[in-house]
Every structure is written in structure tokens, then in C-alpha cells.
């Protein structure tokens, strides 16, 4: 059965991209349903932050298309690329500034997220002051401060400690509960076992689109990948 139209969240046709003379995305199609998580896998150098970039608009394709039904949010692997030298308030703050909301509703919707991704503590804290696993937590409150219904991360867990991963990932698996639309990149399995879906790359191409049970019927992908087949599949098998 194939979604409705109204359904597609994100529809991505025959995209490819040349970055210094060399090709890194070649014909890259596919779609994600409101409301799903895909995750998106790929060795170092297979072209997923270029993706993750060309779905927000950072970078132009050579060629395809991609059409996205609503605003987008992205939390990097440097969570200092998204933050500046100032209060984690007022970096909320900034982040509604071209919302066109009135001071009360900017106010209203900075605590409210303070209070949601356990930031209250911080709030008047100079952003320098933090620890990276604070800094991120952060830079993912302020992609989701004004409510997009896609959210893009890269490699978002790599420059910081396992348990600040894990309170992170808890907190992207909760707005997935809530109905945000999620795409994380990268290159370990057990971050997005979970995932409604899974997309790899490959030789500058997508090698497998599909879901877990897929990936368990296909466990050599890996290789062509570029990666190891992740233990959490081998156990399943």
C-alpha cells in the first residue's frame, strides 16, 4: 500500500551532487511518512552530512529535486556550528525571532522548553560555560523550539560522553512519540536500532531502503557499505 499524498513528509527524487571535482551523492530518491524515523547509515565519507545538508537547504543538488511539506530543524555534530557566546535563553530566543511571535509567546515558549528538555538550571548560563553534552542538549532544544515536523541530526551522540547520549537519544525518541519526523546520521547501528527505517549508503548511491526486518534478510549489505554487520542483527538472526 502506498501512502497518501498528504502522508509524505519529505520526498527526495534522483538527487546527486559533485563537491571539488568528485561525485559524492549519485541519483538518491526516496520518501519519509509524518510522524516516522529514518535512520540514515553510511561509513566515514559516504556522503551523509552532504545528504543531511541538501535536506536542509545548506548545499544545492546538481541535479533532482527535494520537496519538503514544512520548516526543517538540524542539530549538527559540532553543536558549536548552531550556538553563540550568549545565555541558553537567549539562544532559545533567537531561534523564534523570525517566527513573528510577540514577546509574551516568545517568553511563554522558552520556558516551556527549558522545562521540557531540562534546561531550567542553565538557563542563565553562558553557552562557553557548558560541557559539550550540555551544549548539545541545547542545540537540540533550539532545532525544535519552533515546532518543525523534520528533524535532521548529524552524527549527534559522537562528540560526547554515553550518558548524555543516552538522554539525548531519549529525548529524539520522544519527539518522534509526539509526531516530529526524524533523520539521524550515522555510522553506528545501535544508536538507531530502534528506527521505523533505515536507508544506507554506498559507493555514492543508497544500497538498501527498508526496515528491520529487511535489514535482518540483508545483513550483507553492510559489506557493500563499507561497514561491519552490526552485532544487534547477527543476534537476530
Same mark, same amino acid.
Given at each position: 500500500?502506498?501512502?497518501?499524498?498528504?502522508?509524505?513528509? !519529505?520526498?527526495?527524487?534522483?538527487?546527486?551532487?559533485?563537491?571539488?571535482?568528485?561525485?559524492?551523492?549519485?541519483?538518491?530518491?526516496?520518501?519519509?511518512?509524518?510522524?516516522?524515523?529514518?535512520?540514515?547509515?553510511?561509513?566515514?565519507?559516504?556522503?551523509?552530512?552532504?545528504? $543531511?545538508?541538501?535536506?536542509?537547504? !545548506?548545499?544545492?543538488?546538481?541535479?533532482?529535486?527535494?520537496?519538503?511539506?514544512?520548516?526543517?530543524?538540524?542539530?549538527?555534530?559540532?553543536?558549536?556550528?548552531?550556538?553563540?557566546?550568549?545565555?541558553?535563553?537567549?539562544?532559545?530566543?533567537?531561534? !523564534?525571532?523570525?517566527?513573528?511571535?510577540?514577546?509574551?509567546?516568545?517568553?511563554?515558549?522558552?520556558?516551556?522548553?527549558?522545562?521540557?528538555?531540562? $534546561?531550567?538550571?542553565?538557563?542563565?548560563?553562558?553557552?562557553?560555560?557548558?560541557?559539550?553534552?550540555?551544549?548539545?542538549?541545547?542545540?537540540?532544544?533550539?532545532?525544535?523550539?519552533?515546532?518543525?515536523?523534520?528533524?535532521?541530526?548529524?552524527?549527534?551522540?559522537?562528540?560526547?560522553? @554515553?550518558?548524555?547520549?543516552?538522554?539525548?537519544?531519549?529525548?529524539?525518541?520522544?519527539?518522534?512519540?509526539?509526531?516530529?519526523?526524524?533523520?539521524?546520521?550515522?555510522?553506528?547501528?545501535?544508536?538507531?536500532?530502534?528506527?521505523?527505517?533505515?536507508?544506507?549508503?554506498? @559507493?555514492?548511491?543508497?544500497?538498501?531502503?527498508?526496515?528491520?526486518?529487511?535489514?535482518?534478510?540483508? @545483513?550483507?549489505?553492510?559489506?557493500?557499505?563499507?561497514?561491519?554487520?552490526?552485532?544487534?542483527?547477527?543476534?537476530?538472526?
Amino acid at each position: 500500500m502506498f501512502p497518501e499524498s498528504s502522508e509524505i513528509l !519529505l520526498s527526495v527524487k534522483e538527487i546527486s551532487i559533485d563537491l571539488s571535482g568528485r561525485q559524492v551523492l549519485r541519483d538518491i530518491s526516496f520518501r519519509l511518512i509524518k510522524g516516522k524515523s529514518l535512520a540514515l547509515l553510511g561509513s566515514n565519507g559516504s556522503g551523509k552530512t552532504t545528504l $543531511l545538508k541538501l535536506l536542509a537547504g !545548506l548545499l544545492e543538488p546538481k541535479s533532482g529535486e527535494i520537496c519538503v511539506n514544512g520548516s526543517i530543524g538540524m542539530v549538527f555534530q559540532n553543536p558549536d556550528i548552531a550556538l553563540f557566546g550568549t545565555t541558553v535563553e537567549e539562544n532559545l530566543a533567537f531561534s !523564534l525571532q523570525n517566527l513573528g511571535l510577540s514577546r509574551n509567546e516568545i517568553r511563554a515558549r522558552v520556558g516551556e522548553t527549558l522545562e521540557r528538555f531540562d $534546561l531550567l538550571a542553565l538557563r542563565s548560563r553562558d553557552i562557553l560555560s557548558l560541557s559539550g553534552g550540555e551544549r548539545q542538549r541545547i542545540s537540540l532544544a533550539c532545532a525544535l523550539i519552533s515546532k518543525p515536523p523534520l528533524l535532521l541530526l548529524d552524527e549527534p551522540f559522537s562528540m560526547i560522553d @554515553r550518558k548524555e547520549g543516552r538522554r539525548i537519544a531519549g529525548m529524539v525518541g520522544g519527539e518522534v512519540e509526539r509526531g516530529t519526523s526524524v533523520i539521524l546520521g550515522t555510522n553506528r547501528f545501535s544508536e538507531v536500532s530502534g528506527y521505523d527505517r533505515f536507508v544506507i549508503l554506498g @559507493r555514492n548511491s543508497i544500497v538498501f531502503d527498508g526496515d528491520r526486518a529487511g535489514l535482518i534478510q540483508n @545483513r550483507d549489505i553492510f559489506h557493500e557499505a563499507g561497514m561491519p554487520i552490526p552485532f544487534e542483527l547477527e543476534l537476530k538472526c
